[in-house]
């Protein structure tokens, strides 16, 4: 067993995912498809 480091719920191995080099659970890992994190804003934007 294994744990989400998201919201920390346990998960077996199989049904671990790595997100952003963060092992979570398939909740987690379809929220995160559905809405990226904001980080993506933080990145100066070069196309000019
Ligand atoms: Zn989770």
Redesign the pocket.
Known sequence: MSK?K??G?EVSFEDLYVDHGLQ??E??KMKSAVSPPESCANRPNMIK
């Open positions: 989400c998201k919201c719920v979570v659970c909740d987690c």
